[in-house]
T-cell receptor
Framework: GDSVTQTEGPVTVSESESLIINCTYSATSIAYPNLFWYVRYPGEGLQLLLKVITAGQKGSSRGFEATYNKETTSFHLQKASVQESDSAVYYC?????????????FGAGTRLAVCP | GALVYQYPRRTICKSGTSMRMECQAVGFQATSVAWYRQSPQKTFELIAL?????????EQNFTQEKFPISHPNLSFSSMTVLNAYLEDRGLYLCGARESAETLYFGSGTRLTVL
């Protein structure tokens, strides 16, 4: 089946430091998966951070970036300078291409703690 | 903007009893709704996909008899956890789809079973 593996947390970084959370995927049932990063802040639900539906493309949002690399089956999340407000749990996910439904396969989540 | 309201936020029920959670799409028409569960120490797993005017599709290990879902219109869906036991505890999320790629999630219902 499909699977997503991401950096095991918790990850602790200091404010203004750079961040990378690794994500690799295996899509055995989907030929051209869409890739997503979701974020869950304390006490809230999942929010879509960014998505990329085409291999080779880069998505970006709120200073975060991730590039869909089909050769290495990776979708690492990066940010050049984190803020304390970025403290949250980040989930990498893959989903079926448009026209299909809402089935997402999530990674285990990476808890990020940003220290002031 | 598009929002998904999910309630209750938290609920506690006695072992063997049932509880119902609701999901409402605001600002868009949710033609399909997905229900997920995050059990303790696990990631989110899909319970079922519900599409208006179509049969609800349950994933392996989840059944309609245990998690009946109602999706009567384009803005509302509910799911019940029947005869809840300890293994049913966790965070339940509904996700409603606005477009082909965009899935909006509610804030979740955290179920505690005593």
């Amino acid at each position: 089946g499909d699977s997503v593996t991401q950096t095991e947390g918790p990850v602790t970084v200091s404010e203004s430091e750079s961040l990378i959370i690794n994500c690799t995927y295996s899509a055995t049932s989907i030929a051209y998966p869409n890739l997503f990063w979701y974020v869950r802040y304390p006490g809230e639900g999942l929010q879509l951070l960014l998505k990329v539906i085409t291999a080779g493309q880069k998505g970006s949002s709120r200073g975060f970036e991730a590039t869909y690399n089909k050769e290495t089956t990776s979708f690492h999340l990066q940010k050049a300078s984190v803020q304390e407000s970025d403290s949250a749990v980040y989930y990498c996910a893959l989903g079926e291409a448009s026209g299909s439904f809402n089935k997402l396969t999530f990674g285990a989540g990476t808890r990020l703690a940003v220290c002031p | 903007g598009a929002l998904v309201y999910q309630y209750p936020r938290r609920t506690i029920c006695k072992s063997g009893t049932s509880m119902r959670m609701e999901c409402q799409a605001v600002g868009f028409q949710a033609t399909s709704v997905a229900w997920y569960r995050q059990s303790p120490q696990k990631t989110f797993e899909l319970i079922a996909l519900s599409t208006v005017n179509s049969a609800i599709k349950y994933e392996q290990n989840f059944t309609q008899e245990k998690f009946p879902i109602s999706h009567p219109n384009l803005s509302f869906s509910s799911m019940t956890v029947l005869n809840a036991y300890l293994e049913d505890r966790g965070l339940y999320l509904c996700g409603a789809r606005e477009s082909a790629e965009t899935l909006y999630f509610g804030s979740g219902t955290r179920l505690t079973v005593l």
